[in-house]
């Protein structure tokens, strides 16, 4: 049992690793989440600074869910403490001890943490939501459909039905952590614009 706690606390303090905020203090923008929509992830990154910047973040986040769960593998924990070891990454993520709790969403987190645990299934859902970007620029439906296509994709090719399910509430808490952040950002774009008005 004590591996098993191990792995779990190290997989979210891997996940609170706040990414976005140390990259965009490392390039003298202060703090990212008072920056544009006030997320700490790639996104709001690459619009506030940069797509370089914002293809860091999220590599690097995508890396954390993966390795979360590659190192629970590697402990060779039980099917149930490896599907929380990714759900502790992607909570440390939202919710950083390093950063007052005030994380991101969490989408590159799950997605690396669906990577290893449905690989074909994600490289699907991901060149779908590139692809879909490419030629739409809408970030929102294309990230929806991308993220709905490796759960379907997933059913088809019969994975284990509880992967299915796990990736489906992978990405409703998303959602939810996206509707959690909202007052904040509201308030973020009042402050904004009442700045530019008194400017």
Do not use: C
Not at 70 to 99: K, N
Not at 128 to 137: D, H, N, P
Not at 152 to 160: D, M
């Amino acid at each position: 049992m004590s591996e098993v706690l191990v792995v779990l606390l190290g997989a979210y303090l891997l996940g609170s690793i706040p990414t976005a905020l140390i990259v965009s203090r490392l390039l003298g923008r202060g703090d990212i989440r008072v920056l544009g929509d006030g997320n700490m992830g790639a996104r709001n990154v690459a619009r506030e600074i940069g797509w370089g910047a914002g293809a860091a973040v999220g590599a690097v986040d995508f890396t954390k869910g993966a390795l979360a769960v590659g190192a629970a593998g590697q402990a060779a924990l039980s099917e149930p403490w490896l599907l929380a070891a990714g759900v502790a990454a992607v909570i440390g993520h939202d919710f950083p001890i390093w950063a007052g709790l005030r994380g991101g969403q969490g989408m590159a987190t799950s997605l690396g943490v669906l990577a290893i645990l449905l690989p074909v299934s994600t490289l699907v859902g991901l060149l779908a939501f590139g692809s879909l970007y490419l030629v739409t620029r809408g970030f929102d439906v294309s990230a929806a459909i991308g993220l709905g296509l490796i759960v379907l994709t997933s059913w088809r090719l019969e994975a284990p039905t509880l992967w299915v399910i796990y990736g489906a509430l992978l990405f409703v808490s998303i959602g939810g952590k996206k509707a959690l952040d909202r007052p904040r950002r509201e308030l973020l774009r009042a402050l904004a614009e009442g700045n530019r008005s008194q400017a």
